[in-house]
C-alpha cells in the first residue's frame, strides 16, 4: 500500500511520543498534526517530531487528515471520540476505548451512519509472541484449552508518572488501565467471555507521590486496587485473572494457558515480543515450525514495540475494505468484561456478558512483514 491516510493525535501526553516515533516504521499512515487543550503542549510535541500543532478544533476540520488517534485521559475517550466521528474521521482510540456499553453503542451508532471506522488499542496481541501462541492453539498443538491463569501485580505508577492522579480513579485502576492488554490478548487467543465473577478491594484510599515533580503530593484513591476475578469463555475455558497495584513483589508468571495437550506459558500481554515455554503433557517442548513474525524483533530500548501495528492495520483494511484486528466489537467487548468484572466484585455475584464478538483475524509473518515499511 503506497497511500498514505492522514493522521492527527488529540493529546499530546507522554504516550504520543510513542506513537510519532514508531508510526513511520508503518504503511498506510503519516502523522500529520498533533492537538491538545494545551497548546504549549502541542507545540512542543509537534516540534519535537517535525508535525504542525493544532487546536482540537482545528484538527477536527483538517483537510489532510483521515484518523485522529485519540490520546486523551480514559475519561474523556466518549466525548472525544465523538467530536471525530463528528467531524467525519476515522477515529483510533488508546485503550480503554470507552467506559460504559452504552458509549460504545452510541459511537457504533455514529460510525455507521457515518460509514466511519472505530480502532482502539491495545494492539500488542498482533506482536509475534501472542501470534505464535495463537497459531499454536489454532493448529491443535495444545489441544483444547480447558482453563489458565493471567497475573499483572505491582504497586502502581506514582513512583514514575509525573502526574498520576487519574490512574486512581474510575475507569482507570488497574483492570481498566492494564487489564485490556491482558482480556485482549485472551480474546483473541480463546475467543469471547460468557460470564465473570469477581472480589476487589483497595487497602489504601490515598497515594504519595515519589516522582518528579510532585513529590509528597498525596492522590486520592476512588477505583479498587486489587482485583481477583474468574473469566469463563464461550469456549468452556475458565482463566483466573488477577490484576493489583498493592503488590511489592511476587513469583507469578504472566499467563499460563493449560490444554488436553499440554501447556503454554504466554509472555506478558504489554509487550509485542517476550519468551514463549510450551510443554507436551509435563514434559518441555519445542517450539513447533518455523516462525519468522517480525514484530517479535527486538527493536526499542531492549523490547520488540511495535506500537501503530493496529492503526496500520486500520489504515490498509480501509483501503482493502476488510475488518481491521484492532476492531470496535473487540474493543466493546473488552470493555463489557471489565467492567462486569468491577460490577461483580460491587455486587457479590457473577455477571453475564451481554456482547459477544470474532476472534480477530490472525495476524501471521508475511501478514505482518506486509504493515511495514
Same mark, same amino acid.
Given at each position: 500500500m503506497t497511500e498514505k491516510l492522514g493522521v492527527g493525535i488529540i493529546g499530546a501526553g507522554n504516550i504520543s511520543a510513542a506513537y510519532l516515533r514508531l508510526s513511520p516504521n508503518f504503511v498506510g499512515i503519516e502523522v500529520r498534526a498533533v492537538a491538545d487543550i494545551n497548546m504549549d503542549a502541542a507545540k512542543a510535541? $509537534?516540534?519535537?517530531?517535525?508535525?504542525?500543532?493544532?487546536?482540537?478544533?482545528?484538527?477536527? $476540520?483538517?483537510?489532510?487528515?483521515?484518523?485522529?488517534?485519540?490520546?486523551?485521559?480514559?475519561?474523556? +475517550?466518549?466525548?472525544?471520540?465523538?467530536?471525530?466521528?463528528? $467531524?467525519?474521521? +476515522?477515529?483510533?482510540?488508546?485503550?480503554?476505548?470507552?467506559?460504559t456499553l452504552e458509549e460504545g453503542s452510541a459511537l457504533a451508532d455514529i460510525a455507521a451512519a457515518k460509514n466511519l471506522r472505530i480502532g482502539s488499542a491495545p494492539d500488542t496481541f498482533m506482536g509475534g509472541a501472542h501470534q505464535h501462541v495463537r497459531h499454536m492453539i489454532d493448529q491443535g498443538d495444545l489441544g483444547t484449552i480447558t482453563s489458565g491463569t493471567a497475573f499483572v501485580m505491582g504497586h502502581g505508577m506514582e513512583h514514575w508518572h509525573p502526574n498520576p492522579d487519574f490512574f486512581y480513579q474510575p475507569g482507570a485502576g488497574p483492570m481498566l488501565d492494564i487489564g485490556p492488554y491482558y482480556v485482549t490478548n485472551l480474546v483473541q487467543l480463546l475467543g469471547p467471555v460468557k460470564r465473570v465473577g469477581a472480589l476487589t478491594s483497595t487497602p489504601s484510599k490515598e497515594r504519595v507521590i515519589t516522582s518528579e515533580p510532585r513529590n509528597g503530593e498525596k492522590i486520592p484513591v476512588d477505583t479498587p486496587t486489587t482485583i481477583h476475578s474468574l473469566l469463563e469463555f464461550q469456549s468452556g475455558a475458565v482463566v483466573t485473572m488477577v490484576t493489583s497495584w498493592d503488590v511489592w513483589e511476587h513469583g507469578h508468571t504472566n499467563m499460563e494457558l493449560y490444554g488436553t495437550k499440554g501447556t503454554v506459558h504466554v509472555p506478558d500481554p504489554n509487550f509485542f515480543g517476550g519468551e514463549i515455554r510450551i510443554t507436551k503433557r509435563e514434559e518441555a517442548a519445542d517450539l513447533p515450525g518455523n516462525w519468522d513474525h517480525p514484530f517479535a524483533v527486538v527493536n526499542d530500548d531492549g523490547n520488540a514495540n511495535y506500537r501503530c501495528a493496529g492503526l496500520s492495520d486500520m489504515a490498509v483494511a480501509i483501503a482493502q475494505n476488510r475488518p481491521h484486528r484492532c476492531s470496535q466489537e473487540l474493543a466493546l467487548h473488552v470493555v463489557e468484561v471489565m467492567t462486569s468484572v468491577l460490577i461483580s466484585g460491587e455486587k457479590g455475584q457473577f455477571v453475564e456478558m451481554t456482547t459477544s464478538c470474532e476472534r480477530p483475524a490472525p495476524l501471521g509473518p508475511d501478514a505482518a512483514k506486509a504493515l511495514q515499511v
Open positions: 510535541r $509537534a516540534e519535537e517530531f517535525g508535525v504542525r500543532a493544532e487546536t482540537v478544533e482545528g484538527l477536527l $476540520a483538517s483537510d489532510d487528515v483521515s484518523i485522529i488517534i485519540n490520546l486523551t485521559i480514559p475519561a474523556a +475517550h466518549f466525548d472525544v471520540s465523538k467530536r471525530i466521528l463528528e $467531524a467525519g474521521k +476515522h477515529v483510533y482510540s488508546e485503550k480503554p476505548y470507552v467506559l
